[in-house]
């Protein structure tokens, strides 16, 4: 019935795109942000006294006036309304990894019990969701239910449609009864404030004029697309989201051929209608494209303020998933859907800006150089001193599978900084004329750095952390992962390098600054450039040189998560204000609880599925070659004997293979994950081997031809 099934699937594909593309709307300058209560839609609706407060708390970071929140929320109501809104709700982000939100209708009634539409300040600021069931690490019982959101005002509402009508979401913060942090907004939120305060300390040193500093970030989105009918004969896909058997097809991104490559009229309109929503919604989304691998496609936005292209990222991966699902597709963004192709990553694209300037273009006059490589080293200095920290924002699950290959970077944190900067830093550090591809010598404040183009090398695609001109590009999170909790890493890292930096040239006498940073800086590029490579970090000879580095190379999961209880973290984490010890162990058991359940479930998914759909058609494979071995037996022919003979050998060793392995990982449920990691691997390795054993019509799973290439 399942290989029927997979036959009636494809037949439905191939149906539906000889019958044509339904037509999507295309986004339009006209719609962009229209469902955004955004800085021209406050001042059309709230008096200017007001919309000037709110607009200095969205974009000076000045402390939120309490007495206008009465008016917001009224005005905030009335023009939901009229984009067709009916309920409000309070959208935030907790220890899940998505979004969360508690739809209440703007419905009250008078005393006389007349129906009213009314939203005041306090329904604006602050929520009361149930909050046992989210994930706390122990700072919570499970019986102390109250939770309370709180209004980003940075982060603007927006409007969510639905099929029947709309929602008014006000992106929050997540606290616990007792005021304990149990979202990934907040974290991130403190860590720009601590960034930003650092950034002005330091310009401050250079005499600069006071400005507004905004950090940014440019998350590519990366992710699979298959047939939804496909999908739904997947358990593994559905319970997992990723494939748990699977043999590779004889071809699938050899010949990169998917790559760049012509977009099929399909996708095209359901890359279309995501884009038009995402305008709509304010999100700029710029560039889109197939990806290495058959069936995978991405999706780039211009650069924005962090908190809000974070907040914009979890809204793209809710968009991608919807319109998926109306145009008949699912959108996979499990970081390793497909084994042996490419997996999906999130490149998270770093910078700060000062007024109106990048602080990581190098400039054009030696004042400007100096910042720039002033920022340069403290960032050295920061992912030298807390790589681990780094690495554990990408551990889980699905990117346990996806780094290390393929494109993914591994997990060895290094900087990429290619050989003209490498070149600067080298002249920087001897402070003379070297004979390398600048032979100038490095003068702070007195010689111009060598003019830099904002590409001035190739990109490494297997670089963790890589300078790309203006910007550093972290590339080691994962398809479904926020990028939150690494950019919180990040802020709060540089943040204490810069004050480290601070600290010492604050006391330099004006007339000797250039030379006594000369040397701070020296001595920061001589302590930390173990941390820089240029190579293959693929390389084995890369993971030896990293090893004599005494670089951290935490493979796994397990390993990953231990520096979030580290000391020297943890102290710089609550020296910052960013977490409280207390709220740092919680993430650890967090974290751990859910890498443990979804190998678990994994586990249980890929025992069911080999018992109930695979064992039985290799038996029945098996048995009917034996019947024709029989036949032939009884038809004293010898023609076939000895093929049938192989072929029955080959489907009974299978046969017991794979009720020994399924004994073993049903055994291997009942310990430790590492052994039902290890189960699992040699239930796959046979059940992938059975697949090119068994009779194609007989096969019970969509395989990847079909998945990959069929939609």
Not at 129 to 143: H, I, K, N, Q, V
Not at 491 to 519: H, M, R, W
Request: charge should be negative.
């Amino acid at each position: 019935m399942c290989s029927q099934n997979r036959l009636l699937a494809i037949n439905a594909i191939a149906e539906r795109t000889h019958g044509g593309v339904q037509s999507a709307r295309p986004a339009s300058l006209a719609s962009y942000g229209e469902d955004v209560f955004n800085a021209e839609t406050m001042c059309k609706y709230l008096p200017r006294a007001m919309s000037t407060k709110l607009l200095a708390t969205i974009q000076k970071g000045t402390p939120l006036d309490s007495s206008i929140a009465d008016a917001v929320a009224h005005a905030m109501k009335e023009w939901a309304i009229c984009r067709g809104a009916t309920h409000f709700t309070h959208w935030f982000q907790p220890l899940t990894g998505g979004t969360a939100e508690k739809h209440d209708a703007f419905l009250e009634l008078s005393p006389a019990g007349k129906a009213l539409m009314g939203f005041s300040g306090k329904n604006l600021t602050i929520g009361e969701p149930d909050a046992s069931s989210f994930p706390s690490g122990g700072l919570r019982s499970t019986f102390e239910a109250r939770g309370y959101t709180a209004w980003d005002p940075t982060s603007p509402a927006f409007i969510k449609r639905h099929a029947n009508g709309a929602t008014l979401c006000i992106p929050t913060v997540f606290c616990s009864y007792t005021g304990e942090i149990l979202d990934k907004k907040t974290p991130l939120l403190r860590s720009l404030q601590a960034l930003k305060k650092s950034v002005a300390r330091l310009m401050g040193c250079f005499k600069m004029p006071e400005e507004i500093i905004t950090v940014t970030l440019g998350p590519e989105q990366e992710y699979f697309l298959i047939d939804k009918k496909f999908y739904l004969l997947r358990p593994d896909l559905v319970q997992t989201g990723r494939t748990l058997f699977g043999a590779p097809p004889p071809k699938h991104q050899q010949l990169e051929d998917h790559y760049f490559g012509a977009i099929k009229p399909r996708i095209l309109a359901f890359m279309t209608e995501v884009e038009n929503e995402l305008w709509r919604l304010g999100i700029p989304a710029k560039t889109r494209h197939n990806e290495v691998a058959p069936a995978q496609f991405e999706i780039a936005p211009i650069f924005e303020d962090l908190n809000l292209a974070v907040d914009h990222n979890m809204m793209v991966m809710e968009v991608l998933r919807q319109v998926a699902d109306r145009n008949g597709l699912v959108c996979l963004l499990h970081e390793k859907p497909f084994a042996g192709i490419n997996g999906s990553g999130k490149h998270n694209n770093w910078s700060i800006n000062y007024g109106d300037r990048n602080l990581l273009d190098p400039g054009n006059d030696p004042h400007e150089n100096a910042i720039f490589l002033t920022i340069l080293a403290a960032i050295i200095r920061a992912i030298d001193l807390h790589s681990d920290l780094l690495r554990s924002t990408t551990s889980g699950a699905g990117n346990d599978h996806r780094l290390g290959a393929n494109e993914a970077p591994p997990t060895i944190i290094s900087i990429f900084l290619g050989d003209q900067l490498t070149d600067v830093i080298n002249q920087l550090e001897n402070g003379a004329v070297t004979g390398s591809k600048h032979a100038d010598a490095m003068l702070i404040g007195v010689d111009s750095l060598p003019p830099l183009a904002r590409d001035v090398t190739d990109r490494n695609r297997t670089s963790p952390f890589a300078f790309t001109g203006n910007k550093f590009e972290f590339r080691g999170l994962g398809s479904s992962q926020s990028c939150a909790s690494a950019n919180m890493v990040l802020n709060t890292i540089v943040a204490e390098s810069l004050d480290y930096i601070c600290d010492k040239i604050e006391k330099l006498p004006e007339e000797s600054f250039n030379a006594g940073l000369q040397e701070v800086l020296k001595d920061i590029i001589r302590e930390h450039r173990r941390i820089i490579f240029n190579g293959d970090n693929y390389s084995s000879e890369w993971v030896a040189e990293a090893e004599r580095r005494r670089l951290p190379n935490l493979k796994a999961t397990m390993d990953a998560l231990k520096p979030l209880l580290k000391p020297q973290n943890q102290k710089l984490l609550v020296k910052y204000g960013v977490f409280t010890k207390a709220e740092l162990n919680s993430r650890y058991e967090v974290f751990m609880e859910e890498y443990h359940r979804k190998v678990r479930i994994e586990g249980g998914v890929a025992l069911e599925i080999a018992r109930s759909m695979i064992i039985p058609v290799v038996a029945e494979e098996f048995g009917k070659i034996i019947l024709a071995q029989r036949t032939i037996q009884g038809s004293r022919q010898s023609y076939g004997a000895a093929g049938l003979r192989t072929i029955a050998e080959k489907l009974g060793r299978a046969t017991d293979k794979l009720i020994t392995s399924t004994a073993e990982l049903e055994a291997a449920l009942e310990g430790k994950h590492e052994g039902i990691l290890q189960a699992m691997e040699e239930l796959r390795e046979i059940v992938d081997l059975t697949e090119h054993l068994v009779d194609d019509s007989a096969w019970p799973l969509p395989k990847y031809r079909e998945m990959l290439f069929i939609y």
